[in-house]
């Protein structure tokens, strides 16, 4: 009998079959119940204190999951969920997060009757695909160019938030932000906030304060104290070359033989910068803008011309600067025209705010680009303040780009629960079950709002599962701030369908995934000690699997 051959190394650790399949439940199982209670308006928050000693207070599912440090590799699936659902709509991270738990919790007694985890997750897919028809049949189209519709919309998604109590202006910022960046090109609207939106948070005065402006700042002074702080209508030109002597790209060594020969050198460099000063000063700019520096002869000129100069701007803030006043950014001066002259700006002007100077250039004629200044009591809150309002623009988003909406507190998870659980019946063989636990587990999510409000769950649960029987009511969910039953339409709580279908899909896709994993092997990686005094050599040995 020939001897056991071992392929793994003994220090690897494995787990397989269904220990395996069980592990990674009980992993996910705990991240869901991590986030559960920020789930809805009566949400509770979470303390955090990250690796660098700061403190995060937030209820955001994303927010949460990203700062926390996990261990096993199933949970680490978990937090990535959250992330896509948070990059593709940027809404329903913790409802995505709790409704993949809690469909893992329900396959896990499918487990120990024996059905294979393949059954299992064909029967998921095919709920799921049942699931997204019946919401889009539910959904219902709005008018995005009326405001009042589009504003109800983002208060039930901006009412689950820290921020609630000024949801109003969360609202108006987040819907103005996002339809100052629209732009339409060729039937195609893009809407790009992240780049072109950018929240400028400055600690002191009220949240009240907070607003959009029709244009953008940055955090930056005019160069100089006599410099102009304050042009209308200011001609602007951006660039993103230095205005000073150029120098070589490697060392240069340079031979004089003639005393002259020294002076004539330096009247070089000062002629090479004064042509570049009088290339700009052609345009008879007013605000010269560059991401470089600005040597002090080329100040001097400019100075003496009457123009205001800003030096060292970050690139993200140079392109949203001319996205804003319609200016474009030159490599070289001697490249310049009149069309890359910034004219769309109605005024700029550096103000001071606490111990900083910030730029405004505002009344922009079509300000593609803007910057929404938050203010508040501390950093902590401004922090919250501004992931809530990243939120709620990424609802606005959806909302602009796909204007079609459910009924949200739970009343949409309830209409497509009920619709399964009767489709169920008609299924024959064992994959009835697994579908049927679709169906079960989207009640989690009305569930969850009773439980966090502090209401019966039994009871309200059972008054909301009678009114959507025989597929009636669709509009009835959960009210988050009362813990009753109520019509959603009436409510005015609407949401997103694309953030629920997102929800649904990341959720059955993460669980399916989880539950075909038969095989957990961890390599470790050790590293030889050096010993002292003997063999100072010690190579790396890879023991187990990397």
Known sequence: MSAPILVLNQNAKRETGRRAQLTNIAAARAVGDVIRTTLGPRAMLKMILDAQGGIVLTNDGNSILREIDVQHPAAKSMIELSKTQDEEVGDGTT??????????????????????????????????????????????????ND???????????????????????????????????????????????????????????????????TGIMFNKD??????????????????????????GDSQTNVEITSDTDWG??????????????????????????TEKGISDLALHLLQKANVACIRRLRKTDNNRLARASGATIVNRPEDLKESDVG?????????????????????????????????????DVLNEIERNLLDAMCVARNII?????????????????????????????????????????????PR????????????????????????????????????????????????????????????????AMLLRIDDIVSGISKRKEHQSGGDAGGDDEDNGLD
């Open 147 to 213: 405001d009042s519709q589009v504003e109800k919309v983002i208060a039930s998604c901006v009412g689950t938030k820290f921020m609630n109590r000024y949801s109003d202006l969360m609202v108006r910022l987040s819907l103005q932000a996002v339809k100052t960046v629209t732009v339409e090109e060729n039937g195609r609207k893009s809407i790009d906030f992240k780049n072109y939106a950018k929240v400028e948070k400055i600690p002191g005065g009220e949240i009240d304060d907070s607003e959009v402006l």
């Open 222 to 247: 005019v160069i100089s104290g006599n410099m102009r702080r304050r042009i209308e209508n200011p001609r602007i030109v951006l660039l993103d070359s230095p205005i000073e002597y150029k120098k």
């Open 264 to 289: 004539k050198l330096l009247k070089m460099e000062e002629d090479f910068v004064e042509k570049l000063v009088a290339d700009i000063l052609k345009f008879k700019p007013d605000l010269v803008v």
């Open 448 to 511: 969850t709002l009773i439980e966090n409000c502090g209401g019966s769950v039994i009871r309200i649960l059972t008054q909301l599962r009678a009114k959507h029987a025989n597929g009636e009511n669709t509009s009835w969910g959960v009210d988050g701030n009362k813990g009753e039953i109520c019509d959603m339409a009436v409510l005015g709580v609407w949401e997103p369908l694309e953030v629920k279908v997102q929800t649904m899909k990341t959720a059955v896709e993460a669980a």
């Open 401 to 445: 780009l796909n204007p079609r909406l459910v009924p949200g507190g739970g009343a949409i998870e309830m209409t497509v629960s009920q619709h399964i659980a009767t489709k169920a019946r008609s299924i024959e063989g064992v994959g009835q079950f697994p579908y049927a636990a679709v169906g079960e587990a989207l009640e989690v999510i």
């Open 343 to 379: 004219t769309g700006a109605g005024l700029f002007e550096v103000r001071k705010i606490g111990d900083e100077y910030f730029s405004y250039v505002v009344d922009c004629k079509t300000p593609r680009s803007c910057s929404i200044v938050l203010r508040g009591g501390s950093k």
């Open 95 to 144: 409802s995505v997060a709790v409704l993949a738990s809690e469909l893992l919790a329900l396959a896990e007694p499918f487990l120990h009757r024996n059905i294979h985890p393949t059954k299992i997750v064909s029967a998921f897919f095919r709920a799921l695909d049942d699931a997204v028809t019946i919401a889009t049949q539910s959904a219902m189209t709005i008018d995005v």
